[in-house]
């Protein structure tokens, strides 16, 4: 996650904190020159950093923080509201025209992900059962138009190009114009970026919002590029009164800073986070989700979203209902690992459950998703028998599930191993436990500590 640095650095202040009985103005004063330093160095622009310590400060030396019982715990409260205010408050959604279609102007640098951000945004809006239209304006870049039918076509959204030998202005009004005649009710325009901000790339898009007259102007920023993201916003918003910003790369090696200025330092909100390169659907940004994660307190609210609009919940009732009975098999377990991998990459769920961020960091945990496709290659080098019947796996059976998954059988016989533990586990904690909790009550719970203090290791 892009504010692992910040995080683990704010953790330690508040951690200092907690643990004092009363608060004087010099813990506070302590406090504050230790956030400023964390803010400072996550890039978080200089101006931005000096007025929110102004404002924390200023609530954090009342007499209701220094009379509570838990005044570490009310600082930490007024940072968490005034790291959302910074970042804008509240969500801040897409605009919909009365008259559709909505026009999406789609703006930015060269490199900053702005056709990927064009596939993934289209790919949010057929989520939701609407039919955007994908316009290639990009005449410059080799291969732009390219790049945005292929990704056009692994999403199945139509996409509008007239080659890259007539002009981006006529082929944005055209696009429009295919839009309204096909009934798409979005037109999201990829228009050209440069290497540097310049008068002729300015112009172009000028013209271009002349002849669409956009409802959203989103500027597409790499988060990696820090503080200068938020240069660029600025440059664009004098010249183009954005509406709103996608910020990429936010799971990349960088230090956050410009999520936490481009709304104070331009005014405009981020409406969207993209991590990865995968065209996965754009995710919104909530500004108050954003700060729970940047003090390391999780963000469970957009993880049950992404549980609900990626797990089928009968099907997980299902498998619910097999584990109880000692009835799941490895089909079951393969068609679990390829839910739980339909929500994102691990790393990026663990960041959205509270203190994961602290425990990664003290025990060094590294979640390999190479280990998990060794698993399933595993899983899938057996017959569906194998599958359902994992006491049938002699050892040349095991000798060819190694070949055919390019592993070996000391990995099959461990994964199989674990396989079996699970499902012995499973079925001991369902015999132990009764509908009001543990049957047998501290024996019970003596038998479930015995089997979690067997270090039981699960095969995903």
Excluded: W
Excluded at 115 to 134: I, V
Excluded at 314 to 323: L, S, T, V, Y
């Amino acid at each position: 996650m892009a504010f692992e640095g910040l995080t683990s650095r704010l953790q330690n202040v508040f951690g200092k904190l907690r643990g004092k009985g009363k608060l004087s103005e010099d813990d506070v004063n302590e406090a504050m020159r230790e956030v400023r330093l964390a803010l400072l160095e996550a890039d978080v622009n200089f101006k931005v950093v000096k007025d929110f310590i102004a404002k924390v400060k200023e609530q954090a030396v009342g007499a209701e923080v220094t009379k509570s019982f838990t005044p570490g715990m009310v600082v930490i409260d007024i940072v968490n509201k005034e790291l959302t205010e910074l970042m804008g408050g509240t969500q801040s959604k897409l605009a919909k025209s009365n008259r559709p279609p909505t026009v999406i102007l789609m703006a930015g640098l060269q490199g900053a992900g702005k056709t990927t951000s064009s596939g993934k945004l289209a790919k949010m809006l057929m989520k939701d059962k609407h039919r955007p239209l994908l316009v290639a304006c990009d005449i410059y870049r080799p291969a732009a138009i390219k790049q945005l039918q292929v990704l056009g076509e692994g999403i199945g959204a139509p996409v509008f190009t007239m080659g890259d030998k007539t002009s981006p202005v006529e082929i944005a009004r055209a696009g429009l114009a295919h839009a309204k005649e096909h009934g798409n009710d979005y037109v999201i325009i990829d228009t050209a970026g440069r290497l540097h901000i310049d008068e002729a790339l300015m112009e172009e898009l000028r013209m271009v919002h002349e002849v669409t007259k956009p409802d959203e102007v989103l500027l597409v920023v790499d988060a990696m590029t820090g503080q200068e993201a938020v240069n660029v916003a600025q440059s664009f918003h004098s010249q183009l009164e954005l509406t709103g910003v996608v910020l990429t790369k936010l799971d990349g090696d960088t230090r956050g800073g410009a999520a936490l200025s481009v709304k104070a330092v331009t005014g405009t909100p981020i409406k969207f986070v993209a991590t990865g390169e995968k065209i996965e659907p754009l995710e919104p940004f909530h500004p108050s989700r954003m700060a729970s994660r940047i003090l390391g307190m999780g963000d469970m609210l957009s993880l049950i979203e992404k549980a609900q609009s990626n797990i089928d919940a009968e099907k997980a009732a299902e498998m619910e209902r097999k584990m109880r009975t000692a009835e799941f098999t490895f089909e079951d377990f393969l068609e679990q690992m390829e839910q739980v991998r339909n929500l994102g990459p691990l790393d990026q769920l663990l960041d959205m459950l509270p203190g994961m961020g602290k425990v990664k960091e003290m025990k060094n945990v590294k979640v390999d998703e190479k280990q998990i496709s060794r698993v399933e290659a595993i899983v899938k080098s057996m017959t569906k028998e194998e599958k359902q019947k994992p006491e049938i796996l002699n050892h040349s059976r095991r000798k060819r599930i190694a070949a055919g998954s390019g592993t070996s059988i000391a990995e099959v016989n461990r994964l199989i191993k674990q396989f079996d533990d699970m499902k012995k586990m499973m079925k001991q904690f369902s015999s132990m436990m009764g509908p009001k909790g543990p049957k047998g009550g501290m024996k019970g719970l003596k038998g479930m500590k015995g089997m979690l203090g067997k270090g039981m290791k699960f095969p995903f």
